[in-house]
């Protein structure tokens, strides 16, 4: 028969774990709960640059973070030939960039990892090797990820997604809340997600300013598919 002692220390030890579960409850939201951003872009669009170096980075800056699935899907503008040649709309650097961008996310699932790297590319895309990898590393994954089949397959995986939403990717930067594109409302995303979510905790803080990070910008930046660019 337990001790009273023994006893005791079994209770104490579940009473533990339901707090921990509940503090933990009150300030992360479950998987389910979470709202679905997804950014569609491609590496050298410098306005997808502009949105995931100046945008995306309030979610983690913040604590959006805790009611926020961001997925980024490096493809943007390319298309796909018949041959399955992947063809992209700043040239060959930018296809590498995005295999890069695609293998960065399979290195590093959690998206706060793989978003600071990817960020930090699209700061420096000339410079990145030197820069980023000696700040997160992962030059082994990465380096036998694009030189493998393993991102073709990636970006393969990025184009079926990019080239099946409905309704139609427009033009890149395109962002989705739960499956629903903002249109020109992107730079408004933190308060469309702080709308969006439909969770159990409590609203993160941030929403509650969210007004106050909508870019006063008078025409929306983006690239059509179209557009011929030279750089």
């Not at 030939?81 to 959690?110: F, Y």
């Amino acid at each position: 028969m337990a001790s009273s002692s023994s006893i005791d220390k079994l209770v104490f030890f579940f009473l533990a774990c339901i707090l921990l579960f509940t503090f933990s409850d009150n300030f992360v939201a479950g998987d389910s709960d979470k709202v679905k951003l997804n950014l569609y872009y491609e590496s050298l669009c410098p306005f997808c640059q502009d949105f995931i170096v100046e945008g995306l980075v309030k979610i983690f800056d913040s604590d959006l973070q805790t009611i926020t699935d961001l997925k980024l899907v490096p493809f943007g503008n390319a298309r796909v030939s018949d041959d399955m040649t992947v063809t992209c709309q700043h040239g060959e650097e930018e296809c590498k960039l995005n295999a890069i961008e695609a293998c960065a996310i399979r290195t590093w699932p959690d998206p706060k990892m793989h978003y600071g790297f990817i960020r930090c590319v699209e700061k420096d895309t000339k410079n990145w090797e030197a820069s980023c990898v000696k700040l997160y590393g992962g030059e082994k994954a990465i380096k036998d990820c694009y030189s493998g089949d393993l991102s073709k397959n990636l970006i393969t995986e990025d184009a079926n997604q990019t080239l099946s939403l409905k309704p139609k990717l427009k033009y890149v930067p395109w962002v989705t809340v739960n499956g629903k594109p903002l249109y020109e409302r992107m730079d408004d995303f933190v308060a469309k997600v702080c709308k969006a979510y439909k969770g159990k905790t409590s609203l993160p803080k941030i929403c509650s300013s969210s007004a106050s990070h909508v870019s006063k910008r008078s025409k929306l930046r983006v690239s059509y598919a179209d557009e011929a660019i030279n750089y």
